[in-house]
């Protein structure tokens, strides 16, 4: 099932005064998507027309609707207009953070696989992010998340070591990481943070999410800990924007 889901875009932009107009915009315009007063597929009103609606310049609505193609909300075709992007599915980060789930909610099928499996020295941002010290061994995977046939999301997976030897031939065989915690004692663990960024994803993330180079995705940096607030998982994740939504979920713990 197609769903169209308005993300909350406070997780991307900083309340600078300076962007209050623009930011306000996209903000409004995305609540009218997520609402279904443009449905997938629609054209949206011209540039003229939004500008005459907000009282803006065509500069500011140009800017929010960037701001709209760089999170997959929107497309933009030269001599056309902008249209609704149509989406897969709307997945959810909060504390507790199960791609499974966000697929059930959403009525799709799919799970996780490994890419490749390697065991490395942690550099500087890895151990920083487990806590761990610089150059303690650390297993690296390349999972690519998907849902209902489609590709939703590649990610580099980094776990502490001697802790997780062996996970990715768990997670390889049920496509769940929460699934292959359990077999390593982890019964429940929650999302210490992520951090979310627009930016251009390299050729191999491109391919993998099938997706052009040239079109900005999602990247996500989170920490996961364990019941007693130990690190045992840091992910830097690409989610392909044209098929994903994210919603920051802040209220509930769940």
């Known amino acids: 099932m197609t769903r169209t889901i ?32 443009y449905s997938p597929g629609d054209r949206l009103p011209s540039e003229n027309s939004l500008a005459e609606q907000y009282g803006v310049n065509r500069h500011t609505i140009r800017r929010s609707l960037s701001t709209l193609s760089q999170l997959g909300l929107v497309r933009s075709t030269q001599g056309s207009g ?91 065989e049920t496509g769940s990481i929460t699934q292959a915690f359990g077999r390593f004692g982890v019964a429940d663990y929650t999302r210490l943070q992520s951090r979310i960024s627009a930016r251009l994803p390299s050729a191999e993330v491109a391919q993998h999410l099938r997706q052009a180079p040239t079109r900005p995705a999602l990247q996500v940096s989170s920490v996961n800990i364990d019941a007693k607030r130990q690190p045992i998982e840091y992910a830097r994740t690409w989610f392909a924007g044209d098929r994903v939504t994210l919603t920051v979920d802040h209220e509930h713990g769940e």
């Open 6 to 37: 308005t993300p909350d875009l406070s997780t991307l932009l900083l309340p600078d005064p300076g962007h209050r107009f623009w930011m306000r915009i996209a903000h409004e315009i995305a609540d009218a998507i997520g609402r279904g007063i």
């Open 82 to 172: 902008t249209y609704v992007e149509d989406f897969a599915v709307d997945l959810v980060l909060g504390k507790r953070t199960r791609h499974r789930q966000n697929l059930d909610q959403a009525g799709l099928k799919g799970g996780m696989r490994v890419l490749e499996s390697s065991t490395e020295e942690a550099d500087f941002s890895v151990a920083e992010a487990l806590k761990l010290k610089a150059g303690h061994r650390v297993l690296h995977l390349v999972v690519l998340g998907e849902g209902g046939g489609q590709p939703l999301h590649v990610s580099d997976r980094y776990f502490p070591l001697p802790r997780f030897a062996g996970l990715e031939a768990h997670l390889q």
